[in-house]
Structures are given as C-alpha cells and as structure tokens.
C-alpha cells in the first residue's frame, strides 16, 4: 500500500489551507503523494491562506481565472488535468481535496479505470453522491487536532446545591446499530458469529466514509468493544488475536468466566476392624 503513486489535486475553493499537514499525513497511509496540485484563482484575497502552505509542503499552485462572475472554472481546470494524469498510465490512484458535487463524475470514471480514488471533505459541505463514488472518504473533521484539555483551575466549580433527580428518559438506539446488523447479518456464519476483519471489509465497501475516528476511537476493534448491542470474543493464536463479533441477544447474560472443579477431597484408608477373640476356657481341674 505504501508504493502505491498517488495524485493529489486540491480544489482550494472548497478546501481549508489550516488542515493541509493533517491531510497530507493522511494521504500518505494509502500511497505516496507523487503529484500534488492546488487549483484556485491566486489573485483573489480569498485564497491568502493558502499561497502561506504551498511552498512549505511543495504543493503546485495551478492559477485559472474566473472568466465569469458567479461560475467557477477551476473545477473544469482541475478535472481535464485529472484525465491527463490517468491517460500517462504512470498513477495508481487519486485524492481529491474538495467538498464539492461537481467531481462526482470525475471519481467514478476514475474508478472505471481501475485506479483508487480517495475523497477529502467536510462532513456538512460534502453531497452523498461524491462520498459513494470514492473508495474511499475522509471527512476532513476527524483531522483537526484536538484542542488542549483544560487545566482544574479553569473547571467550572460544581454547585453546592442539590438538585432534584429527575427521571433517565428511554434508552434511545444507538444510530450504528442497523449499519453493523445489516454488515454481521450479511457475514456472519451459521452460529451468528462473523469475523471483526470481514465486518469491516463490508462496512467500508458500503459506506467509504465510515471511520472509527468519527465516533472517537481509532480502531475498529476498539470501538466494538464499546457498542453494547454486540458480544465480541477474542481468542489468540501465537502473536496473532482472533476478534469475532455477533449481535447480542435479548436478556443475554455477561460471559461467566470459567469454574474449574474443586478437586476430590483425598481418603485415607481405613484401618482393618479388629474382632474381639472370646475368651479362652479354662481347662477344668483333674478330679
């Protein structure tokens, strides 16, 4: 995976300049980023933030003009530069930077090429259409670097009064739950049980945007860990761990750990019984 060439072209008109070093590292878990271009009008004072970052992390600016007031060319430009790549035969896949629909069409004839495409955008921005049409989507949120964790003198002290308890409202469902039935329901073996590796597999394949970082854990096996409609088992062979999941039963109980036996109270054999011997006769005297 770490050989893989990868193109990655920028639309800065729909990008954040601010999360460039967090984008090119997450570029680089898929590939190595052999071409990196960023299209926008250089002109205007909107993309100032962005002439900041292009030469510290060798990004291409690419400066197409706006020839209309209100339409954007630099989805055009960055599109025809996209097919010129794809036709030289010399990349193995793509990322797009952009939370814009226009390149829905871009991704998918990529795809039919046979090369991976990897989408980057925000959550809020992004269309459903784009986000299935990549292998691969990443929302640009999950990379924001987490802000410092306040110290206990900034703490909002706690109210000496006390509060009337009020009623818990309904357990609500959580929203993953009908995503990984539907995944361990389409997986799973006979008994129920589906391996994490496969579930994920289909998870990604269905939704290119699913990522455990979204809901805060970094790995897929942590995360199922915390879900409390799902049993997970492990067992280890050697180094390796063996994670399996199902869906968990109404009423199920917690695993028991394992009882061994108690072990047989240990007999000491009895000593023989001894019978008593009758006592002997005296032989009667000689008259």
């Not at 299209?39 to 292009?54: M, R």
């Not at 030469?55 to 996209?82: C, E, M, R, V």
């Not at 035969?89 to 046979?114: I, W």
């Amino acid at each position: 995976m770490e050989n893989r060439k990868l193109a990655v072209l920028i639309d800065a008109d729909n990008a954040q300049s601010a999360l460039i070093a967090e984008l090119l590292a997450e570029v680089a878990k898929y590939g190595t980023a052999v071409v990196k271009r960023a299209y926008g009008d250089w002109t205007t004072s909107q993309l100032k933030g962005w002439k900041e970052v292009l030469h510290q992390y060798a990004i291409s600016p690419i400066q197409q003009f706006a020839y209309t007031k209100g339409k954007n060319s630099t989805d055009s430009a960055l599109i025809i530069d996209a097919m010129d790549l794809l036709y030289t035969g010399n990349f193995d896949g793509f990322c797009l930077v952009s939370s814009d629909s226009d390149f829905t069409r871009l991704a998918t004839r990529l795809r039919e090429s046979g090369l991976m495409v990897i989408g980057l955008g925000e959550q809020s921005k992004t269309p459903r259409p784009f986000i299935a049409a990549c292998d691969k989507f990443v929302f640009t949120e999950i990379l924001r670097p987490e802000p410092a964790a306040k110290s206990a003198g900034d703490r909002p002290k706690a109210r000496s009064t006390r509060s009337r308890a009020k009623p818990q409202p309904e357990k609500e469902r959580h929203p993953l739950q009908d995503m990984f039935t539907n995944a361990i329901e389409a997986v799973a073996r006979d008994s129920g049980w589906a391996e994490l590796s496969v579930v994920g597999t289909y998870l990604a394949k269905n939704d290119p945007s699913f990522d455990p970082r979204v809901y805060g854990h970094s790995r897929l096996s942590q995360m199922v860990k915390k879900l409390d409609f799902l049993t997970v088992q492990e067992s280890r062979n050697g180094s390796k761990l063996h994670c399996e999941i199902r869906l968990k039963q109404d009423g199920e109980p917690a695993p028991a750990a394992a009882v061994s036996a108690p072990p047989e109270p240990e007999t000491t054999p009895e000593a023989p019984v001894r019978k008593k011997r009758s006592p002997r006769k005296k032989p009667a005297a000689a008259a």
